[in-house]
């Protein structure tokens, strides 16, 4: 069953904890990426990743981290210097494509991670 | 359409209507455009997709229209069903970029039975 897991689907966190979110994809693609979703905003681009030992940084990437050290695996880190990552967060994958190529993102189903 | 803020643009439909959910986006240089589905609590799904070498585009109970000249986009579903419940957002491509997606803020659909 190909897909895109996230674990753990809800997390919470004391202030000053640095957490680990979980991506892990079977579909053999080489992009993947971290979204961040806010009530009545859309999706923002956290990190990305083309290839294995490789990543980019999004839009709001301050205040995570990521690795990308097997290509089904894209782990998330929210860390303590994150000012407020209380947020819905999701992963996705695609084939990587050259440019004037089309691909879609396949999600998995998110994590949800309260700060107490 | 869709807004930036805390509040979705919401649409009530009753079951068996045509629901007709509407995206305006921002870039002229967008050149692909896909429609997601999102359930509360879920990942996005993907419904359709299209080109901008194409004003029209059907799958099952769905239709995307893309206008071009006014930068908008639709997505049209026929016989509206409990299950369409969701919120569904636009997402565009910029031509050259390949990979990286904007995603609108999306609008809430609710099917009355």
């Known amino acids: 069953d190909g897909g895109i897991t996230q674990s753990p689907k809800y997390l919470f966190r004391k202030e000053g904890q640095n957490v680990t979110l979980s991506c892990e994809q079977n579909?053999?693609?080489?992009?993947m990426y971290w979204y961040r979703q806010d009530p009545g905003q859309g999706l923002r681009l956290i990190y990305y990743?083309?290839?294995?030992?490789?990543?980019q940084k999004g839009d709001i990437a301050e205040g995570y981290s990521v690795s990308r050290e097997k290509k089904e695996s894209f782990p998330l880190t929210v860390t303590s210097a994150q000012k407020n990552p209380t947020a819905f967060y999701l992963c996705?994958?695609?084939?990587?494509?050259?440019?004037?190529?089309?691909?879609?993102?396949?999600f998995g189903p998110g994590t949800r991670l309260t700060v107490l | 359409g869709e807004s930036v803020g805390l509040h979705l643009p919401t649409l009530s439909v009753q079951e068996g209507d045509n629901s007709i959910i509407n995206c305006a986006y921002s870039?002229?240089?967008?050149?692909?455009f896909i429609w997601y589905k999102q359930e509360s609590g879920k990942g996005p799904q993907f419904i359709i997709d299209?080109?901008?070498?194409?004003d029209k585009r059907q799958g099952q109970r769905v239709t995307v229209l893309l206008n071009k000249t006014v930068k908008h986009l639709s997505l049209q579903i026929a016989a509206t069903q409990p299950g369409d419940s969701a919120v569904y957002f636009c997402?565009?491509?910029?031509?050259?970029?390949?990979?990286?997606?904007?995603f609108g803020t999306g609008t809430s659909l609710t099917v009355i039975p």
């Open positions: 579909l053999n693609h080489d992009a």
């Open positions: 870039n002229s240089a967008s050149d692909y």
């Open positions: 996705a994958s695609s084939r990587w494509v050259l440019a004037g190529a089309y691909n879609e993102q396949f």
């Open positions: 997402a565009e491509n910029l031509r050259f970029t390949g990979n990286q997606f904007y």
């Open positions: 990743s083309q290839i294995v030992n490789d990543f």
């Open positions: 299209i080109r901008s070498n194409m």
